[in-house]
């Protein structure tokens, strides 16, 4: 039961990278995913988060309008698109899911226990 996390690069200001958040060993489809990101010297941040029940979609006010986050059922990823992207963007992302089934989401970190490697994302100025 593993997450990995991909998608990460160097950007310039303003611009989008897709990340991913890919499941190996069970389907993302009846779990509810949260991405996550943590800068240097700042704490972990929720940034996103997808039920699985109902499709709904939640996003931290940092990100609302720049960020959309997706299932794509035949990958069995989570995706979160990131547009309009900032230097205080920068930061390694992580998807999580709970530990066992349960449809709902949040952006609080103790809300999982399954954390895929993070993958690095860097906006320049």
């Known amino acids: 039961v593993q997450l990995q996390a991909s998608g990460g690069g160097l950007v310039q200001t303003g611009g989008s990278l897709r990340l991913s958040c890919a499941a190996s060993?069970?389907?993302?489809?009846?779990?509810?995913v949260g991405w996550f990101r943590q800068a240097p010297g700042k704490e972990r941040e929720g940034v996103s988060c997808?039920?699985?029940?109902?499709?709904?979609?939640y996003y931290a006010d940092s990100v609302k309008g720049r960020f959309t986050i997706s299932r794509d059922y035949a990958q069995n990823t989570v995706d979160l698109q990131m547009n309009s992207l900032k230097p205080e963007d920068t930061a390694v992302y992580y998807c999580?899911?709970?530990?066992?089934?349960?449809?709902?989401?949040?952006?609080?970190?103790?809300?999982?226990?399954?954390w895929g490697q993070g993958t690095q994302v860097t906006v320049s100025s």
């Open positions: 997808i039920s699985s029940s109902d499709g709904r979609r």
């Open positions: 060993g069970f389907s993302l489809d009846y779990y509810g």
């Open positions: 999580a899911t709970p530990a066992q089934e349960h449809s709902g989401c949040a952006l609080i970190g103790s809300w999982y226990s399954n």
